[in-house]
């Protein structure tokens, strides 16, 4: 994750495992020459920051103004070079085209329906599926991507991997779940553990939640 000591104000995700697991996959992900790299969701920019330092033109967005002063102030202080902008998802790069796009949406299933959620609660709360965003992302991200064009996205296998793999291959692309990692419940999904018990999302056994990251390309 580089050496930057992130600043992390209220509010904004802090880096975290399904980062981490994400910035794996980056590392090992080839980047054409000035790749034009989109890390959509990106709370302290750490992904963004990370990608720019392999030499990739970086657009960063989220739709918390705390997080696009965050990923500002955080790639300032890294000395590289990362376009920053405010919006939701796609929105403020409508109409360009990217080699790779990084998102690590909000994906942990919520009580309360399709309710969009407000505050800090953005960056993990994502409807009683965990898929508010990620459906939209499978929609929207193959008009996004060049040929050969990469998408790597992080979610929990509480919000079903397999939709996320189908839905980006009904579409056209080649999709994949590249990386898994067990952890610890971490204090969102602790807080709501009876819930998704209840709700068959976690069997009596689970006492670990398991990310993966999917890797989608559009054919050349």
Do not use: H
Request: net charge positive; with cysteine.
């Amino acid at each position: 994750m580089g050496s930057v000591n992130f600043l992390v104000p209220p509010g904004v995700y802090a880096p975290q495992e399904d980062t981490a697991l994400l910035a794996g996959a980056l590392s090992e992900e080839p980047l054409p020459p000035d790749a034009a790299v989109l890390d959509v969701g990106t709370g302290t920019g750490a992904l963004a920051l990370a990608a720019a330092r392999r030499g990739a033109r970086v657009t960063a967005v989220d739709v918390s103004w705390r997080a696009v002063c965050a990923t500002r102030v955080n790639a300032a202080r890294a000395g590289v070079p990362v376009r920053v902008r405010r919006g939701d998802l796609f929105a403020p790069v409508r109409g360009e085209s990217f080699d790779l796009v990084l998102a690590n949406p909000p994906y942990v299933p919520a009580p309360g329906g399709r309710r969009r959620p407000r505050g800090a609660a953005r960056a993990w709360d994502a409807g009683d599926d965990g898929r508010l965003v990620l459906d939209r992302i499978c929609r929207e991200v193959p008009g996004l991507l060049r040929p050969g064009g990469v998408l790597l996205l992080v979610q929990s296998a509480l919000s079903d991997p397999g939709r996320t793999v189908g839905l980006l291959r009904g579409a056209g692309l080649k999709a994949a779940v590249t990386r898994r990692r067990r952890i610890a419940f971490g204090p969102v999904v602790r807080g709501r553990e009876r819930w998704l018990r209840q709700r068959g999302l976690l069997s009596l056994a689970d006492d670990e939640e398991e990310l993966v990251v999917v890797r989608a390309e559009l054919p050349v």
